[in-house]
């Protein structure tokens, strides 16, 4: 078998606190081929941009990733010394924002900002990396990106803002890119716009995605494959049309329920009785079980496996029957 790009195999991150160290997420198994565009989707507090975080190398305290492996291209990256990765980050996996003022210097133009990122990876002659600053402006619609270069990031609206966040992460054609929900403050036109430029990207460059969204409208359009988390845990995986079409894990079904399309016309809309767990509120079985009406004791005690079938896998004791073949 061959390497995968991304394998993240049994991670866990804790944020300690007074009451002692409380696991934001937990057994995160994640594989992710060169090209491949992975949805992980779920409620805010669910532990998406955690995950996404603890893959980047990016947990600050009293955050800690506690336990497993971040294999990529076969290395562990949490063997890494804080300076390899620095090396890394920005070069070979890149990360992009929900706030693109994360990723700009107000003070600063977007042409110092875009060759700062080329020259911190490899060193070109100025005009060379001004060419390719301009071409991956280009690339995300940037109208007239010649003259843009000279722009402060307080001169774009936040559409395009977040566009120049996705040109820079693109900047050395990095292998794997980790979005934390970056067209969520946009409009509707100008996000289909932008996840049609990922789109073609990836196709072109062979880069993998990490999308992390609340939004399954946009799984559907956008990935390869979807996880779905809750509790600080994978509950579901599988390929998008799997997933959405035939959902397993309770919760999965639940989201697709409370989408306004699923609705009639008129009717109360569904919704998930409840809220999320805090980090301190989960149960030790299943955490979505004080909101599942499939629940069993047994739920509530003790912590699901993972069922592995062709192409999917879930945590569940009391999964929702598979289609008819």
């Not at 949805?39 to 990733?65: C, N, Q, R, Y």
């Not at 843009?148 to 966040?165: D, I, K, N, T, W």
């Not at 309770?250 to 016309?265: D, E, I, K, N, V």
Request: charged letters at 20%; aromatic letters at 4%.
């Amino acid at each position: 078998m061959t390497i995968p790009l991304l394998e993240v195999q049994d991670l866990q991150t804790v944020f300690h606190t007074e009451e002692g160290a409380w696991p934001a997420v937990s057994d995160i198994d994640i594989r992710l081929e060169a090209g491949e565009i992975l949805g992980l989707v779920g409620e805010s507090g669910s532990g998406k941009s955690v995950t996404g975080f603890s893959i980047f190398g990016m947990i600050d305290a009293p955050g800690e990733v506690t336990q497993g492996e971040v294999l990529f291209k076969g290395q562990d990256l949490r063997e890494l010394s804080a300076e390899s990765m620095r090396k890394l980050r920005g070069d070979r996996i890149a990360m992009i924002f929900q706030d693109p003022l994360m990723t700009l210097n107000p003070v600063l133009r977007i042409e110092e900002q875009m060759l700062e990122a080329i020259d911190a990876h490899q060193k070109l002659p100025k005009a060379q990396a001004i060419q390719r600053c301009v071409e991956a402006l280009a690339m995300v619609g940037i109208p007239a990106p010649e003259k843009r270069l000279r722009s402060y990031p307080h001169e774009f609206s936040g559409g395009m803002r977040q566009r120049v966040a996705i040109a820079i992460a693109m900047l050395n054609h990095p292998d794997l890119i980790i979005c934390d929900e970056p067209t969520t403050a946009l409009d509707v036109t100008i996000q289909g716009q932008i996840l049609y430029r990922m789109q073609q990207i990836c196709q072109a460059q062979g880069t993998a995605l990490i999308w992390i969204t609340h939004d399954l409208g946009v799984i559907a359009e956008l990935a390869d494959r979807v996880a779905v988390m809750y509790g600080g845990r994978i509950v579901e995986t599988g390929t998008v049309a799997e997933v959405l079409d035939a959902p397993r894990h309770p919760y999965t079904q639940g989201l697709l329920s409370s989408l306004p399309a699923q609705a009639t016309p008129g009717a109360r809309l569904s919704q998930i009785n409840g809220m999320a767990p805090s980090l301190s509120g989960r149960v030790p079985g299943c955490a979505f079980a004080p909101r599942c009406s499939r629940a069993t004791p047994r739920c509530v005690d003790e912590q699901p496996p993972v069922t592995t079938i062709p192409g999917r896998a879930f945590r569940c004791f009391v999964p929702l029957e598979a289609p008819a073949p």
